[in-house]
T-cell receptor, first 116, second 115 residues
Framework: GENVEQHPSTLSVQEGDSAVIKCTYSDSASNYFPWYKQELGKGPQLIIDIRSNVGEKKDQRIAVTLNKTAKHFSLHITETQPEDSAVYFCAASIRLAGGSNYKLTFGKGTLLTVNP | NAGVTQTPKFRILKIGQSMTLQCTQDMNHNYMYWYRQDPGMGLKLIYYSVGAGITDKGEVPNGYNVSRSTTEDFPLRLELAAPSQTSVYFC??????????????FGPGTRLTVL
């Protein structure tokens, strides 16, 4: 089955610096890669996603890059702010075996701390 | 829209007790999921449902049961609570799982402790 590895597990940066979180996936059939942000005591919320036919996508201070050949994708946050502090999860979508539905496999998460 | 709502927010159970975690979505989504989140372990899929009356097992279904009598509701049942079920439980929903780019929307979670 699909395996998603996420690194680092914790990341501490100074306000204004950039933060990069990396994920690798095992199944070359994966074609959709969302990123979720989970604030303390809340459920994960989608912040950005990328499809396999695109190499990069940006939304203000966040961007995601995808390297299909190497099977890895990354989240980039520029000009970090204290409110960016949260746990970030990557995920990969894979078609369920024997069916036509898809499911997400999640990485284990990265705790990002932005120090003022 | 309220999105995905879950009740209760917190619960403490004794070993062997049973309970039902409630999940409701008002986005008319076909697909609903239950995940558990253990510290440092990410999200593990317990059960999912592709529509009313249809459910299927995820990665970690043992000790749980689900039902889907309506499009809106997807309750998760623990029959004999065990300490290993101490976790945070998230319900999620999505519109079209037959599309590879289907996005999941999560509820706020239920923190369950079994003592």
């Amino acid at each position: 089955g699909e395996n998603v590895e996420q690194h680092p597990s914790t990341l501490s940066v100074q306000e204004g610096d950039s933060a990069v979180i990396k994920c690798t996936y095992s199944d070359s059939a994966s074609n959709y890669f969302p990123w979720y942000k989970q604030e303390l005591g809340k459920g994960p919320q989608l912040i950005i996603d990328i499809r396999s036919n695109v190499g990069e996508k940006k939304d203000q201070r966040i961007a995601v890059t995808l390297n299909k050949t190497a099977k890895h994708f990354s989240l980039h946050i520029t000009e970090t702010q204290p409110e960016d502090s949260a746990v970030y999860f990557c995920a990969a979508s894979i078609r369920l075996a024997g069916g036509s539905n898809y499911k997400l496999t999640f990485g284990k998460g990265t705790l990002l701390t932005v120090n003022p | 829209n309220a999105g995905v709502t879950q009740t209760p927010k917190f619960r403490i159970l004794k070993i062997g007790q049973s309970m039902t975690l409630q999940c409701t979505q008002d986005m008319n989504h076909n697909y609903m999921y239950w995940y558990r989140q253990d510290p440092g372990m990410g999200l593990k899929l317990i059960y999912y449902s592709v529509g009313a009356g249809i459910t299927d097992k995820g990665e970690v279904p043992n000790g749980y049961n689900v039902s889907r009598s309506t499009t809106e509701d997807f309750p998760l049942r623990l029959e004999l609570a065990a300490p290993s079920q101490t976790s945070v439980y998230f319900c999620a929903s999505s519109y079209d799982p037959w599309k590879s780019t289907d996005t999941q929307y999560f509820g706020p979670g239920t923190r369950l402790t079994v003592l």
